[in-house]
Nanobody, 126 residues
Framework: HVQLVESGGGSVQAGGSLRLSCAVSGSLWSSYCMAWFRQGPGKEREGIASIVTGRGETTYVDSVKGRFTISLDNGKNTLYLQMNSLKAEDTAMYFC????????????????????WGQGTQVTVS
């Protein structure tokens, strides 16, 4: 069983930076998929970045590529999302998620592929 708790959200001006954290308790396999999703006002939840925990392989959607970085500190059991050059359209509730799929992240960012979710942390860019 895995529990996820996000932190680090807040309000920031356009062009600024934030780092989100996701504390992970429990474990699945030696290598599985973790991801960051976000849900903006009136929008569907969308996946934006993923990492395969055992191999460090990362994937990003085009809208955040080059601005956001997903990383994992295994010693601290914490997933991070470094967000730079923030834009107003990045305003959303951000969620971390974990998939029970061993050693890969399934394509398509389907919510159903992620069994574990945090409660979310709000990011507002003005």
């Amino acid at each position: 069983h895995v529990q996820l708790v996000e932190s680090g959200g807040g309000s920031v001006q356009a062009g600024g930076s934030l780092r989100l954290s996701c504390a992970v308790s429990g474990s699945l396999w030696s290598s599985y998929c973790m991801a960051w999703f976000r849900q903006g006002p009136g929008k569907e939840r969308e996946g934006i970045a993923s990492i395969v925990t055992g191999r460090g392989e990362t994937t990003y959607v085009d809208s955040v590529k080059g601005r956001f970085t997903i990383s994992l500190d295994n010693g601290k059991n914490t997933l991070y999302l470094q967000m730079n050059s923030l834009k107003a359209e990045d305003t959303a509730m951000y969620f971390c998620a974990a998939s029970a799929t061993w050693d890969r992240c399934l394509p398509g960012w389907r919510l159903i592929d992620y069994a574990y979710w945090g409660q979310g942390t709000q990011v507002t860019v003005s």
